[in-house]
């Protein structure tokens, strides 16, 4: 019996220490598992920013366009502006030239 009992000292140390590396173990397949969720999430999180750039993108794109329309509307108009002062210019110049010569005559 005497030589039985620093065996099963040395047995029960060692499935202690194997006990101890186990909940190590588990401990740290926990923690990866917990960093598998955080990248797995940032990663949905990632898709979702970049689904939302695109849509404000595109977003970007149509009021630039709209933007382009009205300027070439806005720019058509000045031109149009222009043109009707000119002959609204002309128009009184030959106005007032036919009153005047009507209060010669």
């Not at 940032?42 to 979702?48: G, I």
């Not at 404000?56 to 709209?66: A, N, V």
Request: aromatic share 4%; net charge neutral; charged share 40%.
């Amino acid at each position: 019996t005497t030589s039985w009992r620093p065996l099963k000292n040395k047995m029960d140390g060692r499935i202690q220490q194997l006990e101890q590396e186990t909940e190590a173990q588990q401990a740290e397949i926990e923690r990866l598992k917990t960093l598998e969720d955080q990248l797995r999430n940032e990663k949905e999180r990632n898709v979702a920013n970049q689904i939302q750039i695109q849509s404000w993108q595109d977003i970007s794109s149509e009021l630039q366009g709209k933007c382009d329309r009205w300027e070439q509307v806005k720019d058509s108009l000045e031109v149009t502006l222009k043109a009707v002062q000119s002959d609204m210019i002309k128009l009184r110049l030959e106005r007032d030239k036919l009153e005047k010569t009507k209060r010669t005559y």
